[in-house]
């Protein structure tokens, strides 16, 4: 098993949906970042976090350190938010270490 | 605009041959990292390095090399060594090595033909 799970692998939605993309992890982590890799390949962060909720336009990211488990939700989606999603969790062990989920590979259609 | 770029984007070699790719970032960055990147699985880290002239091997460096000879540029050979060298590598830096916020190139396509 993974240390970090992301689901689900694959997502088409219509535009407007609201989108949930989860992420579980089974280790000790100091911070959890979601990570957006557009079709070129190139990957850009969308959020840090540690703890409680961030907000950035009409991406939502939220954690439960308790649980173990991140969400990534994007309100109002368009076809431009077709991207691959990647979720990775800096784990503590010894020294810290990226630990990077499989990705979900979102598809808006218009 | 600050950024990291790769290069070059796509790139076909023949088996045995050896092959550099380039990373340079302009972010005053400490630390640098490559990653590799194959359908259907995360990245996977393959060297790293947190200041000038010093690296660590990562998770899957059989068969890669690097250097650190300047804080802006940290290139990747893949050696003849490598028994599947046909992936995605990423480059990526960030101010420290840990929890800190990630900056990625946009990429180099490797075939072995």
């Known amino acids: 098993k993974n240390e970090v799970e992301q689901s689900p692998q694959n997502l088409t939605a219509q535009e407007g949906e609201f989108i949930t993309i989860n992420c579980s992890y089974s280790?000790?982590?100091?911070?959890l970042h979601w990570l957006q890799q557009h079709p070129g390949g190139g990957i850009v962060s969308l959020f840090m976090?540690?703890?409680g909720k961030k907000k950035h336009g009409r991406l939502i990211a939220t954690i439960n350190i308790q649980e173990k488990h991140s969400s990534l939700h994007i309100t109002a989606s368009h076809p431009r938010d077709s991207a691959v999603y990647i979720c990775?969790?800096?784990?503590?062990?010894?020294?810290?270490?990226?630990?990077f989920g499989q990705g979900t590979r979102l598809t808006i259609n218009p | 605009d600050g950024g990291i770029t790769q290069s070059p984007k796509y790139l076909f070699r023949k088996e045995g041959q050896n092959v550099t790719l380039s990373c340079e970032q302009n972010?005053?960055?400490?630390?640098m990292y490559w990653y590799r990147q194959d359908p259907g699985q995360g990245l996977r880290l393959i060297y790293y390095s947190q200041i000038v002239n010093d690296f660590q091997k990562g998770d899957i460096a059989e068969g890669y090399s690097v250097s650190r000879e300047k804080k802006e540029s940290f290139p990747l050979t893949v050696t003849s060594a490598q028994k599947n060298p046909t992936a995605f590598y990423l480059c990526?830096?960030?101010?420290?090595?840990?929890?800190?916020?990630?900056?990625f190139g946009e990429g180099s396509r490797l075939t072995v033909l």
């Open positions: 990775a969790a800096s784990i503590i062990q010894g020294a810290q270490k990226l630990v």
């Open positions: 280790v000790g982590i100091s911070a």
């Open positions: 972010l005053n960055h400490d630390a």
């Open positions: 990526a830096s960030s101010i420290q090595r840990g929890r800190r916020e990630l900056f």
């Open positions: 976090l540690s703890s």
